[in-house]
T-cell receptor, first 114, second 108 residues
Framework: DSGVTQTPKHLITATGQRVTLRCSPRSGDLSVYWYQQSLDQGLQFLIQYYNGEERAKGNILERFSAQQFPDLHSELNLSSLELGDSALYFC?????????????FGPGTRLTVT | GQNIDQPTEMTATEGAIVQINCTYQTSGFNGLFWYQQHAGEAPTFLSYNVLDGLEEKGRFSSFLSRSKGYSYLLLKELQMKDSASYLCAVRDGQNFVFGPGTRLSVLP
């Protein structure tokens, strides 16, 4: 158990809909990362937040957005869903202090778009 | 562009040593990571290299050559539980680029 929690575990929705995925980092970790893992594209970095501020952006679509709240939990919002958005979405947390590079992954949310 | 290559699959015998290679071409470099991922589970961190050389951590070691754009993960005394995918990832500026992963099967 990494100490990172994600909800829901599974989500099934229809094309065109909007969903919100939630992540609670390990206690004290300031940094949260979001990743998408699909069979054809492997693991892709989406976005990073640090202490409430966006820190880095990867291959995140404009239909997707994220935020990190004052209590450090984070949400990933996916809108206008397409079949190709079906994937496993992971969040990972990191202490965020100098020299800390290990990321702790949550169990993931499996999104199925039908 | 950004590109990371790893062998797709490897097979080794319990108790043996296996080396998983990773080559990368990225516009920047701020460190290389290795992760282990069992089927249906989340990745777990194995190692981080930012300087050339070998980092040893128990049965696992990771090597980096920045001039060659090359890294390897060395697994010693293989156990059945080491059967998993191994992901190489490069931090390029603020972005993370992952390789396709190497699926390792450890046979008795």
């Amino acid at each position: 158990d990494s100490g990172v929690t994600q909800t829901p575990k599974h989500l099934i929705t229809a094309t065109g809909q909007r969903v919100t995925l939630r992540c609670s980092p390990r206690s004290g970790d300031l940094s949260v990362y979001w990743y998408q893992q699909s069979l054809d594209q492997g693991l892709q970095f989406l976005i990073q937040y640090y202490n409430g501020e966006e820190r880095a952006k990867g291959n995140i679509l404009e239909r997707f957005s994220a935020q990190q709240f004052p209590d450090l939990h984070s949400e990933l919002n996916l809108s206008s869903l397409e079949l190709g958005d079906s994937a496993l979405y992971f969040c990972a947390s990191q202490p965020g202090t100098s020299g800390s590079y290990e990321q702790y992954f949550g169990p993931g949310t499996r999104l199925t778009v039908t | 562009g950004q590109n990371i290559d790893q062998p797709t699959e490897m097979t080794a015998t319990e108790g043996a040593i296996v080396q998983i290679n990773c080559t990368y071409q990225t516009s920047g470099f701020n460190g290389l990571f290795w992760y282990q991922q069992h089927a249906g589970e989340a990745p777990t961190f194995l190692s981080y290299n930012v300087l050339d050389g070998l980092e040893e951590k128990g049965r696992f070691s990771s090597f980096l050559s920045r001039s060659k754009g090359y890294s390897y993960l060395l697994l010693k005394e293989l156990q059945m539980k080491d059967s998993a995918s191994y992901l190489c990832a490069v931090r390029d500026g603020q972005n993370f680029v992952f390789g396709p992963g190497t699926r390792l099967s450890v046979l008795p």
